[in-house]
């Protein structure tokens, strides 16, 4: 074989990757994956123990009761014409001062977690105070609309806690909506953008999330993040009796810097 024709059979298999013979460009080839899921919004939830609840619904009755509770409807949006709309003081009883500590304490936990998610480890909040919060007892036919929650500093966070609910106010066997499913019925649901039936097929990540209320169960939450609650219909529960009423607990929780809790401190 002369030296022509031996180049052009070395860029012949030049062209064919000179040294690769053993790789096959058409079979299957291993690779790992990564997803890039962005989450639109965090929240945080716990369940409180039993005696919690209890305590805290006996000290709410026992204001009922008394004829001693402070009406505040007036500053809510919450449409609850057949139930109520009561402040909720802190300093009243160890109960009510409990609710506005757990709610400290999550906010704490939601900064850090929030933090952690972002892998951030500049988080600036080192505190939190709970400076509102109040009772919504609900009946039959009440609901509340969209709306969102205010603010006291430049971030802030608000909650929701169920204390008592009927037994079979939603059907949690329904998979959807259709056939007036009832699958929603009393149920908390965040909004943060548009929802669409063919959302998955085009790819469409969740915007919007739904809660079932269940007794004790506690969720925190951005104050901006818009969210609702659905109306819902008497029931009746396993011993066959009528179930009407529906307790949550709401409020907000103001989040503070260093160099705030600093300049509070220098001002008292």
């Known amino acids: 074989m002369d030296r022509a024709q031996a180049s052009a059979d070395a860029r012949k298999v030049g062209r064919r990757d000179v040294g690769q013979a053993h790789r096959n460009y058409k079979g299957n080839i291993s690779a790992d994956l990564k997803a890039h899921s962005i989450i639109d919004f965090f929240v945080l939830e716990t369940t409180l123990p039993f005696w919690f609840n209890q305590g805290v619904n006996h000290e709410i009755d026992e204001i009922k009761l008394q004829k001693e509770q402070v009406d505040f409807s007036d500053q809510l949006v919450g449409q609850i014409n057949e139930g109520e709309q009561i402040y909720l003081d802190k300093d009243y009883c160890d109960p009510f001062h409990g609710v506005y500590g757990v709610a400290e304490s999550m906010a704490m936990q939601y900064v850090q977690q929030f933090y952690a998610s972002q892998e951030d480890p500049n988080c600036p909040y080192v505190a939190a105070n709970c400076y509102e919060a109040w009772v919504v007892d609900s009946l039959p036919g009440d609901y ?25 106010m939603r059907n949690s066997e329904a998979v959807n909506l259709k056939s007036a499913s009832r699958q929603l019925d009393g149920c908390l649901t965040f909004v943060n953008g548009p929802t669409l039936q063919t959302s998955h097929a085009e790819f469409r990540t969740s915007k919007v999330m739904t809660m079932d209320p269940q007794p004790g169960r506690f969720v925190i939450f951005p ?33 503070f810097t260093k160099e705030q809790v600093v300049d509070k401190n220098d001002g008292d």
């Open 144 to 168: 509340n609309p969209i709306h969102d929650h205010g603010k006291r500093t430049a971030a802030g966070l608000s909650f929701v806690y169920w204390t008592r609910v009927p037994e079979n």
């Open 223 to 255: 104050h901006w993040l818009n969210h609702m609650v659905y109306p819902y219909k008497e029931t009746i529960n396993s011993d066959q009796q009528p179930e009407r009423d529906r307790r949550s607990i709401a409020g907000n929780v103001a989040l």
